[in-house]
């Protein structure tokens, strides 16, 4: 469900979530006051329920899930922030980060402890640990797309490669001891 399609860009910066409980700073640090001070910079949000800081960021009427590729690929910057108890718990993978990949999205993510067990900071997302990082890596990436579209394919190979259900399904096989399963021979 998750893959890049081609539409026209339509957002600068692009955050998904059902509400800002668990990390309502995190949307005021990476969304609220960034949005301020970028002022040609258009942020804005899916989902529902922001009852903090959302700044100048605006909010896009509620669409479905199954809509959501298309508004990743839709937008330059894509935005994870993980709620605090995922941020916080090693290498806890929730779903968005690894859809964002799939969808070839440039990401920005808040601090996230064990991130660098799934993708490589730096290479295929970026972290910002703070307004000031954030301004900055939106600047970087905006006033570059070619950065920011290299940053999302290296993000999608690495999901292609290492999280898919199939490789789940082969490092389980390992841990179990059963190797892979056969495949039919042409007779």
């Keep these: 469900m998750f893959a890049p399609l081609p539409v026209e860009k339509e957002h600068d910066v692009f955050f998904y979530a059902y509400g800002d409980k668990f990390r ?7 969304i609220g006051k960034p949005s301020r001070q970028l002022t040609d910079v258009d942020f804005a949000l899916g989902g529902t329920d922001f009852r903090g800081d ?3 960021a605006r909010e896009l009427k509620y669409f479905p899930i199954n809509q959501l590729p298309r508004v990743i690929s839709a937008s330059r910057i894509n935005v994870n922030i ?10 806890s993978s929730t779903a968005r980060l690894f859809e964002l990949a799939a969808s070839g999205a440039a990401i920005v993510s808040n601090p996230y402890n064990g991130v660098d067990r799934w993708f490589e900071p730096g290479r295929e997302l970026l972290i910002a640990s703070d307004t000031g990082e954030a301004v900055e890596a939106y600047r970087a990436l905006l006033d570059d797309p070619g950065a920011a579209a290299e940053l ?6 690495r999901v292609l490669e290492e999280h898919t259900y ?3 399904a082969r490092q389980l096989l390992d841990l179990v001891g059963v190797g892979a399963p056969a495949t039919a021979s042409a007779a």
């Excluded at 309502?24 to 990476?30: A, F, K, N, S, T």
């Excluded at 993980?82 to 290498?91: K, L, T």
């Excluded at 999302?152 to 190979?157: D, F, K, P, Q, W």
């Design 24 to 30: 309502r700073e995190w949307v005021g640090e990476l």
């Design 54 to 56: 959302v700044g100048d």
């Design 82 to 91: 993980a709620r605090r108890p995922h941020s916080e718990v090693y290498a």
């Design 152 to 157: 999302g394919r290296r993000a999608r190979e």
């Design 166 to 168: 199939a490789a789940r």
